[in-house]
């Protein structure tokens, strides 16, 4: 399975949206109604899923799902 397929499937948990419906411009709180807790909670489930250690001053300018799964993408290169 990608890792994109893997992250919007991830996503698709905390809203109502289904993983095929969900765009890289979707915004997390406007458009998906991610509160703060779902998004915290969200965080930590992909640490866990794809391995990786999230920065805290990198993900609070996180806002899209473009931008959330182009982070977790240079962290797996990175390591």
Do not use: H, W
Not at 16 to 28: H, I, T
Not at 41 to 64: A, C, P, Q, W, Y
């Amino acid at each position: 399975m990608s890792l994109e397929k893997k992250f919007k499937e991830l996503v698709s948990q905390y809203c109502m949206a289904s993983p095929e419906d969900l765009k890289g411009s979707s915004r997390f709180r406007e458009d998906l109604d991610f509160s703060s807790l779902d998004f915290m909670s969200f965080l930590g489930e992909l640490e866990d899923e794809f391995d990786v250690e999230l920065e805290k001053d990198k993900i609070v300018n996180i806002r899209t799902i473009d931008e959330a799964l182009s982070m977790i993408q240079d962290l797996q290169e990175a390591s």
